[in-house]
């Protein structure tokens, strides 16, 4: 909330390009259409050729509270964000009250002049601690404790400010297609994208487009929010034209696309064979089940026939875990989708998979807990969760994607581990990689599907044929057992909870409980000696870097900008990011690691990934860098945490808390 | 050639109390699975936990032994990947009608095609006869230190409200009965729903067969024991919901329905209650909404290409992405 430029910032503003780098930020109430409009400004840019990474910040509730988008809009690909803001555009009081503070200096905010004298005491929905402290400081500084006043504030730090009377401009188009106002107002975010485009000076063209693009199929929507997006645009232009100094420039565009990590994932599970999709509504999940249930039925390669996924709510996330596990038995690849409480849910579960040598997937969104925590923020609070949820003791693969172009392809690859080696499989992922947008790649031609052991009715008849007998436990050197689909001709078998012998019959014999622990943990040996490293960890920078972080999950981004910046000033820093977490490849890291000070880098309270290296490794972490506020880490904090490290100003845990 | 009852006889030491209802529960499955022409590897028996949870152990076909309450969750998800598979889940009323009794209501809304048969013996035998959901307020069978605190389930009731297509009762010593009730519960098309009335030789001393068979009370002409339970055929009582039925005459079936369901005590109606095959079954409700699911379901589909690449095209999807 200060509005003081940070340490390190001030150097790095001089020499920053004003062209095709700006962060962007819009905000509103929620349901006011804040996520349309970022969608319709993001694909504007996507449209003009240029990069994009942005996040999605929201309460748990349906309308009324804060809301806001902030992205990154660059020439270049662009993977983390900077907590400081260059145009601000607001709908309403609450968020010039909220974001103001976060502007740099020589940049804009857009505002509605209506605002200006709106009471900050009066705003309804305002957090009252931002609240208290606002009217604090205006006190301080002997101003009227209103809105007009925080704009004030603004154009003396050097914010150059925009009134956008969103009334006037509706008159206009209300006058001009005899639409009453109140029937327009719900256009009012994309006026406002429309007027920052204008500011920004982005040809007109790349919006209508990207209207056409976001409201496909609603002709007459399309067509008033292009007029509107015309008036308003031309509005700016004519009133502050060139009075901004950051550009947005088209490029030639590329094969991008732009998604969230929802559809990354659900466009993976697609690709990789998932077939039955259970889940149980939750929030940030649910989204990649809407997803796929919206394109449950697509194309097939090469021929005319098409295909589908069943997409399966269920009573529970008990229910969501153990169907998808009855589909995984009968044969298809299945997944379910969940956060944190209701991976909760879904415990008992996992361990009936686990004892049944079950390929089923859960991919498991975290968020802020514990219980309902914060339900619409961002945390890795789970690792220690995943990895050890349900008693007794199974083998489970947990696997946890860096950004949305991984996550894309461990959604698809998660099913191969289930399948080859017949276990649950976890894949970690989290609210800011769910709920980010980014343009990206996707090359469906680079998953393979290897569908491990798993036999038909002519193998069963060769079995026979032998002299065998089918057996869906059958001790084997790998621990692996041929599977068969429930139904497949020629042979039956049993599977239980209990522990069981080969056939699937319950058996509390001690020398075959012994056989079948051994026979189901060696499959995590396999794991070990068949996955190639490179999907397991990847190493960023120098092999003698005398620092090296470690981190997983969606705070990849975030440490490889900050890397690059300390790069730029002659230190390098090393980074282990950690994709499989179990089995753990404690050599490997260890290797990396060892004569290295490792620095911890998560979204959590107590460094769970650095207390599991050191548990494996025997290696201590040097310095703890967490957060655990809801908000993900911003590339500046990430580089100036890590500086103090190397400066060695850095106490032994910091914790980062910037985000609004 | 047609398959008799030892042909779905797994060779195994069955373990149930001897004088165990579920010996005839069990039996008279076999036997139906048999008469119905069914191959074992056509068929697919899920469980959850307690002594019914044995059940498909004692099977020679697919027999999945779950969670406590759960079998039908597991079975809901095999028979939508596949829905060519014959699927029967067996529950406890501990399993079925207690931990696991949401997903027995929210199984009624769907009506996936599958049996569900719950072994209603009013106690909970493997933990040594706690009072389960199905036991009368204020009985004391004599594993309880007090009589039953809680007020009883009611799950033909329970069935009908939950939208449940066929709900039936049977009684496990009147063997014949439950045969023609399993082989029309397996026959029909949706959730097909079958209380077993079953005494726990261990521990219901109160619900026993000589309860049910009325030898407390006998006919003070013929001195032979009068029956509590009847059968519904035997009254002339008619279950089916036909498509060309009113809504009045669909609303008088219902409230039938539910006034033979408080039937109890002198007596207890067994048989079928109701049945309706007028509601699309949720494959039907799949297909219309994938198009081909039935003749491409999920467990059959081409999910790759001879080289191992993905068999999902998802060039559409990406254009749609496309910035």
């Not at chain 1, 905010?109 to 200006?116: F, G, Q, R, S």
């Not at chain 1, 890291?589 to 000070?597: C, D, F, Y």
């Not at chain 2, 050639?1 to 001897?18: G, R, T």
């Not at chain 2, 209603?120 to 204020?138: E, H, I, M, W």
């Amino acid at each position: 909330m200060s509005a003081t430029a940070c340490w390190g910032m001030v150097e790095q503003q001089a020499v920053k390009s004003l062209v095709n780098n700006l962060t962007y930020m819009i905000g509103g109430q929620q349901g006011s259409g804040v996520d349309t409009s970022a969608n319709i400004f993001a694909k504007a840019c996507g449209l003009a050729g240029l990069h994009i990474y942005g996040k999605r910040e929201y309460h748990s509730n349906i309308k009324g509270m804060h809301s806001y988008f902030q992205l990154k809009i660059s020439d270049k690909p662009v993977r983390s964000l900077k907590s400081r803001v260059d145009l601000l555009a607001s709908f309403d009081e609450e968020t010039v009250a909220v974001h103001y503070g976060e502007l740099v200096e020589g940049g804009g905010l857009l505002y509605d002049p209506k605002v200006l004298d709106r009471k900050i005491e009066a705003i309804p929905t305002l957090d009252k601690v931002v609240k208290r402290r606002l009217l604090k400081r205006l006190e301080e500084r002997g101003l009227n404790p209103t809105i007009g006043s925080l704009i004030e504030e603004c154009k003396a730090s050097g914010v150059r400010t925009y009134p956008i009377p969103y009334d006037d401009i509706l008159g206009e188009i209300s006058r001009a297609s005899g639409k009453n106002i109140s029937e327009l107002a719900r256009m009012i975010n994309v006026l406002a994208v429309a007027s920052s485009l204008a500011l920004l000076e982005l040809d007109l063209a790349f919006l209508e487009q990207a209207i056409k693009s976001v409201f496909r199929g609603k002709a007459k929507v399309v067509d008033e929010n292009i007029e509107g997006a015309r008036v308003a645009y031309e509005y700016v232009k004519k009133r502050f034209s060139s009075s901004y100094p950051y550009k947005l420039k088209s490029q030639p565009r590329g094969k991008l696309i732009l998604l969230t990590g929802n559809e990354a994932i659900a466009l993976g599970k697609l690709v990789g064979g998932c077939r039955f999709q259970s889940y149980y509504p939750i929030t940030p999940a649910a989204d990649e089940s809407v997803f796929l249930e919206a394109h449950a039925v697509f194309r097939l390669n090469g021929g005319d026939e098409s295909a589908s996924i069943v997409v399966f709510q269920t009573e529970d996330e008990l229910a969501a875990l153990t169907s998808a596990t009855g589909a995984a038995l009968a044969g298809a690849r299945a997944a379910t989708s969940t956060s944190g409480p209701g991976f909760s849910v879904m415990v008992e579960g996992l361990g009936w998979a686990g004892m049944n040598e079950v390929p089923v997937v859960v991919t498991l969104y975290q968020r802020g807990g514990p219980s309902t925590g914060l339900p619409t923020r961002h945390e890795q609070g789970d690792l220690r969760f995943a990895l050890h949820a349900g008693h007794g003791e199974f083998p489970r693969i947990v696997i946890a994607s860096g950004d949305i172009e991984e996550a894309f392809y461990d959604a698809a690859r998660a099913f191969n581990y289930a399948e080859r080696y017949q276990t649950l499989v976890i894949h970690l992922v989290d609210k800011a990689l769910a709920n980010s947008s980014q343009t990206v790649t996707l090359d469906p031609s680079l998953v393979k599907i290897e569908r491990g052991d798993l036999i038909g009715e002519e193998k069963v008849a060769e079995i026979k044929a032998a002299g065998g007998e089918y057996k869906r436990f059958e001790f084997t050197p790998t621990g692996i057992s041929p599977r068969v689909r429930l139904g497949t001709k020629g042979c039956v078998y049993w599977a239980s909870g209990d522990e069981h012998d080969e056939f699937g019959h319950i058996s509390e014999n001690p020398e075959n409980r012994v056989m079948m622990m051994d026979k189901r943990m060696r499959k995590l040996e396999l794991v070990e000696e068949e996955v190639p490293l490179d999907e397991r960890v990847r190493y960023y920078g120098r092999e003698d870097a005398k620092y090296k972080v470690v981190s997983w999950g969606s705070t990849k981004g975030a440490i490889l900008d900050a890397l690059d910046e300390l790069r730029v000033e002659g230190v390098e820093v090393g980074f282990l990011q950690v994709k499989m977490l179990c089995p753990l490849p404690s050599k490997h890291i260890a290797k990396i690691l060892e004569g290295s000070k490792v620095i911890d880098v998560e979204m959590n309270y107590s460094g769970q990934l650095g207390g599991l290296i050191t548990e494996k490794t025997g290696i201590e972490i040097s310095n703890y860098i967490v957060k655990y506020n809801g908000r993900p880490m911003f590339q500046d904090e990430v580089y100036q945490a890590l500086r103090s490290v190397v400066e060695g100003t850095a106490p032994k845990r910091r914790v980062l808390t910037l985000g609004a | 050639m047609a398959l008799k009852l030892v042909d779905f006889k797994e060779q195994i030491h069955n373990d149930w109390c001897p004088g165990c209802g579920n010996f005839g529960i069990l039996s008279v499955l076999q036997s139906a699975l048999a008469e119905l022409e069914l191959e074992p590897d056509d068929v697919v028996i899920f469980s959850g936990i307690g002594c019914s949870g044995k059940l498909p152990h004692f099977v020679k076909a697919y027999g999945i032994h779950t969670l406590h309450g759960r079998p039908l969750p597991y079975a809901i998800g095999a028979k939508l990947a596949n829905p060519n598979l014959e699927v029967i889940a067996v529950s406890g009323d501990g399993d079925g009608l207690g931990i696991g009794v949401s997903h027995f209501i929210h199984a009624g809304r769907r009506n996936v095609d599958l049996t569900y048969i719950v072994h209603d013996n009013g106690v909970y035998g493997l933990t040594k006869g706690q009072a389960s959901p199905t036991l009368r307020y204020g009985v004391k069978t004599k594993a309880l230190p007090e009589p039953n605190i809680n007020e009883a389930i009611n799950p033909i009731f329970l069935a009908l409200s939950a939208g449940v297509t066929f709900i039936a009762r049977g009684y496990a010593y009147d063997t014949r009965h439950l045969k023609e009730i399993f082989m029309k519960a397996i026959k029909h098309r949706g959730f097909a729903f079958v209380d077993v009335l079953q005494p726990c030789p261990t521990y219901n001393d109160v619900n026993t067969k000589a309860f049910y068979s009325g030898e407390d009370r006998l006919d003070p002409v013929t001195k032979k024991p009068r029956p509590r339970v009847y059968r519904l055929e035997d009254v002339g009582y008619d279950p089916v919901v036909r498509a060309d039925m009113t809504k009045e005459q669909v609303m008088a079936k219902i409230s039938k329905v539910i006034e033979l369901s408080f039937e109890w005590g002198d007596r207890i109606p067994i048989g079928v209650f109701y049945q309706n095959e007028n509601i699309l079954t949720f494959e039907q409700r799949l297909d219309l909404r994938l198009r081909n699911y039935l003749s491409n379901p999920p467990a059959k589909q081409r999910i790759s290409t001879p080289e191992g690449f993905p068999a999902a095209d998802i060039t559409e999807i990406l254009q749609e992405l496309a910035v």
